[in-house]
């Protein structure tokens, strides 16, 4: 039997990729360029698989086709707000993710961003760097103590969990809970966690609020004007979920008047555009969407596709399908 004729979207690790062209008759896009939605509904026609990542934006135009080749869309990533799901469902086509194995290295991410946000790690290197350290006096980029401190936990899925046990069990701090479904007594438990109703009672309880739920257009500025004014002065937010999550214009506002103490971000809607608002903000971390980059994740992430796919191609239900 042919093998089934995949199309890899961007270079992944060197093992998965081997592996890949093992098992597959696999294309790799050895530009590492994002596509276009024109070459996406070109690679419909031709391939059985199309493996994308957050960077292909499979809006309607990628996806109008007629009777496409293309049965399964394996993502590569957790998150697929990037992907018009209700497009998607009208061709039958399967779409998969890689959940779990990236929740550990996008947590110790976000705690990342939360401790260099407090303690001005990023302003504290900028200043060594330019040679503008004059050296150690009491009053020196003082930030703000994270141990101990009340984490608000917006999303408690794999990753918000993996981000309160860091929190609870590594800086004794209090988490507090926001997540559509209640959460069951036993996890929250775990990390001596509330759950409260909505995201209104959470926002004015927290010194930290970190953001860990899906993009998209239902969660489209959930952090808007209103709600960040209902933060501490001295709270900070993290968000390591996607860029839409937070009215971008809203926070640099918020930061210029420091209606809040900070903010770190890893993601942005738009990206890799930043919105020129932002870059003038002091006390706001940025990162370029380094969640889950790491060697292990990466790599977990890729074979995490491929059992997906060799369980579509073999006729079994692949175990991450979302739709
Ligand atoms: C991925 C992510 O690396 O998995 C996700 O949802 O945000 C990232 O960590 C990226 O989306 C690649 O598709």
Redesign the pocket.
Known sequence: MAKPRILVTRRWPAAVEARLGEIFDARLNLDDKPMGSGDFRAAMREYDAIL????DKIGPDALEVERPQTRILA??????SHVDLEQVNRHGIVLT??PDV?SEC?ADLAMTLMLMVARRAGEGERELRAGEWTGWRPTHMVGTKVSGKVLGIVGYGRIGQEMARRAHHGFGMKVIVFNRSPIAPEVLAQCNAVQVDTLDDLMPLCDFVSLHCPGGAENRHLINARRLGMMRPDAFLIN?A?GEVVDEIALSQALWFDAIGGAALD?FDGEPKINPTLKDCDRLVMLP?L???TRE??EA?GFRVIDNLQDFFAGRAPRDRVN
Do not use: D, E, K, Q
């Open positions: 994308p990542t957050v960077t993502n590569y990533g957790v998150g697929y993710n890689t990236l996008t390591t996607r993601v969407h969640g889950s980059a994740a990466r992430m």
